[in-house]
């Protein structure tokens, strides 16, 4: 694989974040967190979330990547888990997510599931997840598949996130990286669309995120709990 030249983030430019904020945006560096879906010391999941972590980077964004060794089953009902903690607090902090899995037997992977699963609809009075940004990342060992980037989708949906219209499927994965990097070529210029465009998303909604949720269903609930409320007093 040396003949395949490695990507030099130089030739890219920061992303014009006064260009595309709210008025009360105040244009810090986006908030991403990183999910991927593999153990395995060679994990090209990891590879493909590292190597979009270093494009959002490059692009002025702030990156976190959760690793999630020890985290255990969601059937485990351990809330005070320090790696069930340690993820919970990643899911608050950020505006926006990349989830990056393998596929297996054409599906997402167990493991970047649980993850998900970890993450509940509403902590309290927070939502971890709603009207936060999420971009899709799957890697083959074959040939190009959308069969686990689809999935993600689907549940992206339901933790009701704002899920962006491209995605990155990256095909025999074991040929286009060269050590850690992802070899310059096609693959490596759709993940730099999809972290552009997660980019984008991410701060045009961001300060919008409350107007963009807000629902007439429970608007009407909310409306019913207080009346409750009044007439038991």
């Given at each position: 694989?040396?003949?395949?030249?490695?990507?030099?983030?130089n030739?890219?430019?920061?992303?014009?974040?006064?260009?595309?904020?709210?008025?009360?945006?105040?244009?810090?560096?986006?908030?991403i967190l990183?999910?991927?879906?593999?153990?395995?010391?060679v994990?090209y999941?990891?590879?493909?979330?590292?190597?979009?972590?270093?494009?959002?980077?490059?692009?002025?964004?702030?990156t976190?990547?959760?690793?999630?060794?020890?985290?255990?089953?969601?059937?485990?009902?351990?809330?005070?888990?320090?790696?069930?903690?340690?993820?919970?607090?990643l899911?608050?902090?950020?505006?926006?997510?990349?989830?990056?899995?393998?596929?297996?037997?054409?599906?997402?992977?167990g493991?970047?599931?649980?993850?998900?699963?970890w993450?509940?609809?509403?902590?309290?009075g927070?939502r971890?997840?709603?009207?936060?940004?999420?971009?899709?990342?799957?890697?083959s060992?074959?040939?190009?598949?959308?069969n686990?980037?689809?999935?993600?989708r689907?549940?992206?949906?339901?933790?009701?996130m704002?899920t962006?219209?491209?995605?990155s499927s990256?095909?025999?994965a074991?040929?286009?990286?060269?050590?850690?990097?992802?070899?310059?070529g096609?693959?490596?210029?759709?993940?730099v669309?999809v972290?552009?465009?997660?980019?984008k998303?991410?701060?045009?909604?961001r300060?919008?995120?409350?107007y963009?949720?807000?629902?007439y269903?429970?608007?009407?609930?909310?409306?019913?709990?207080?009346?409750?409320?009044?007439s038991k007093?």
């Amino acid at each position: 694989m040396a003949d395949i030249p490695q990507v030099d983030l130089n030739h890219l430019g920061k992303i014009d974040i006064d260009a595309l904020k709210s008025a009360d945006d105040d244009g810090h560096a986006p908030r991403i967190l990183l999910l991927y879906g593999s153990l395995r010391d060679v994990s090209y999941s990891r590879k493909s979330v590292e190597e979009a972590a270093r494009i959002l980077s490059h692009l002025g964004a702030e990156t976190k990547i959760y690793d999630p060794r020890g985290l255990p089953f969601p059937e485990d009902d351990n809330d005070d888990h320090p790696k069930v903690v340690e993820l919970r607090e990643l899911a608050n902090w950020s505006e926006g997510m990349v989830w990056s899995s393998p596929e297996r037997h054409g599906t997402m992977s167990g493991i970047l599931k649980t993850q998900v699963d970890w993450l509940p609809l509403k902590m309290g009075g927070v939502r971890p997840t709603q009207g936060k940004t999420l971009a899709l990342m799957q890697v083959s060992g074959g040939s190009q598949s959308f069969n686990a980037v689809n999935q993600m989708r689907i549940l992206g949906r339901w933790m009701r996130m704002i899920t962006i219209p491209n995605q990155s499927s990256i095909a025999k994965a074991w040929l286009e990286f060269d050590g850690e990097r992802l070899n310059a070529g096609p693959f490596y210029n759709r993940v730099v669309d999809v972290m552009e465009e997660l980019f984008k998303f991410t701060v045009m909604t961001r300060g919008r995120s409350d107007y963009l949720t807000d629902r007439y269903s429970e608007r009407v609930e909310s409306a019913e709990e207080l009346s409750a409320r009044v007439s038991k007093k």
